[in-house]
């Protein structure tokens, strides 16, 4: 049976233009800066936000952390971060656990955003019974928020806010090219409004592996030393970056608006489906739907996952009550119309 992974973006295969690349990739040693492929991806994707320089990671998880560790540069800091948000929830605490930083939350709204007054409130006083407050981190789009993307009113409210106190933004953007396609809007625009940037290559674009941390070159500079000591200096990179460069020229031609376009379509579907509520406003390629009580029977998304498991659908068990289907370049419509297909046979099997 032919599986239709819908569990997340980050099943997604390097297309054979990716598999080429990386096989005729010209290579060195990225620690000693001498690998060509990986300086024409960091300064091609520098550029396109506007930022002065760019470092290739294996992970957004690293370069999440790398953007922690250089900005909140004592122990005993502190950053805020949404609630609801991927650096609080899923990268392991790492700031606390390699860094002695601490996250200072702040309730994410349905949207994906904060109130400015509680980052505000949040920002510490000048006391020495307080940790300092070293940075702002946001994400774009917001995953556990269903894929939002960020109002562009509150990125420069934020940087108002961020620029009084003299605070760096981090931007997680794990999806920002969601964000961007979504939105047709320039990467430019996003990053003037931040002062770091975290950027995923392996997740609907398609790369195999790759995150690339963005900003200015001192910052730039303090986070090489860092990915050294995280173990994130690697060698002849290239063939890597060369997959990345593919990826951005996928980006550039607009493969992500097929995406979003099927997750629409997806989402009309399952509205259909008398067990599921299914998130309101979707604005990119996530679907967040609850569970629904069917009278007596015992439903959790756990058994959803199951039921639709053995029809070749995978999905994820969010939460006890909630799962959620993620879209990506690997799926194509006769898929969404089997993915529905499958869902009306479930619905049928629990009436």
């Given at each position: 049976?032919?599986i239709i992974?819908?569990?997340?973006?980050?099943?997604?295969?390097?297309?054979?233009?990716?598999?080429?690349?990386m096989?005729s990739?010209?290579?060195?040693?990225d620690v000693?800066?001498?690998d060509p492929?990986?300086?024409?991806?960091?300064?091609?994707?520098?550029q396109?936000?506007?930022?002065?320089?760019?470092l290739f990671?294996?992970?957004?998880?690293m370069?999440?952390?790398?953007?922690?560790?250089?900005?909140?540069?004592?122990?005993?800091?502190?950053?805020i971060?949404g609630?609801n948000?991927?650096m609080?929830l899923?990268?392991q605490?790492?700031?606390?656990?390699?860094g002695?930083?601490?996250?200072?939350t702040?309730p994410?709204?349905p949207?994906?955003?904060?109130?400015?007054n509680?980052?505000r409130?949040?920002?510490?006083?000048?006391?020495?019974?307080e940790p300092?407050?070293?940075?702002?981190?946001?994400?774009?789009?917001?995953?556990?928020?269903?894929?939002?993307?960020?109002?562009?009113?509150?990125?420069?409210?934020?940087?108002?806010?961020?620029?009084?106190?003299?605070?760096?933004?981090?931007l997680?953007?794990?999806?920002?090219?969601?964000?961007?396609?979504?939105?047709?809007?320039?990467?430019?625009?996003?990053?003037?409004y931040?002062t770091s940037i975290?950027?995923?290559?392996?997740?609907?674009?398609g790369?195999?592996?790759?995150?690339?941390l963005?900003?200015?070159s001192i910052f730039?500079?303090k986070?090489?030393?860092?990915?050294?000591?995280?173990?994130?200096?690697?060698?002849q990179?290239?063939?890597?970056?060369?997959?990345g460069?593919?990826a951005?020229?996928?980006?550039?031609?607009?493969?992500?608006?097929?995406?979003h376009?099927?997750?629409?379509?997806?989402a009309?579907?399952?509205?259909?489906?008398?067990?599921?509520?299914v998130?309101?406003d979707?604005?990119?390629?996530?679907i967040?739907?609850?569970?629904?009580?069917?009278?007596?029977?015992t439903?959790?998304?756990q058994?959803?996952?199951?039921?639709?498991?053995?029809k070749?659908?995978?999905i994820?068990?969010?939460?006890?009550m909630?799962?959620?289907?993620?879209?990506?370049?690997d799926?194509?419509?006769?898929?969404?119309?089997?993915?529905i297909?499958?869902?009306e046979?479930?619905?049928q099997?629990?009436?």
């Open positions: 049976m032919i992974d819908l569990h997340s973006d980050t099943v997604t295969k390097p297309t054979q233009e990716m598999r080429e690349a096989f990739a010209i290579v060195g040693d000693s800066r001498e492929t990986i300086i024409i991806l960091e300064e091609r994707v520098a396109m936000f506007d930022k002065e320089a760019a990671f294996p992970s957004g998880t370069s999440n952390l790398t953007a922690i560790l250089t900005w909140c540069n004592g122990r005993g800091s502190e950053f971060v609630d948000s991927h609080f899923f990268e605490a790492g700031a606390a656990q390699f002695g930083v601490s996250p200072r702040v994410n709204l949207d994906g955003t904060m109130d400015l509680l980052i409130l949040a920002i510490r006083d000048d006391d020495i019974h300092q407050t070293k940075m702002i981190c946001i994400e774009n789009t917001h995953n556990a928020c269903g894929g939002k993307v960020l109002p562009i009113s509150f990125m420069e409210g934020l940087k108002d806010l961020a620029d009084t106190y003299n605070i760096p933004v981090h997680d953007g794990a999806r920002i090219w969601n964000a961007l396609s979504a939105t047709d809007m320039k990467p430019y625009k996003i990053g003037k931040v975290s950027v995923c290559l392996s997740k609907g674009l790369a195999p592996i790759g995150s690339l963005i900003g200015d730039i500079e986070a090489r030393r860092i990915r050294k000591a995280l173990g994130g200096g690697m060698r990179v290239g063939i890597l970056g060369a997959a460069l593919k951005i020229d996928d980006f550039e031609s607009g493969i992500l608006i097929n995406d376009i099927r997750t629409l379509h997806l009309n579907g399952l509205r259909k489906i008398t067990f599921l509520k998130q309101e979707i604005q990119s390629n996530i967040f739907a609850d569970i629904l009580l069917q009278g007596t029977k439903l959790n998304s058994i959803i996952s199951t039921m639709l498991k053995e070749g659908i995978c994820s068990a969010w939460a006890p909630l799962i959620r289907l993620v879209v990506h370049r799926i194509n419509d006769e898929d969404i119309e089997r993915t297909q499958a869902f046979q479930v619905d099997q629990l009436k």
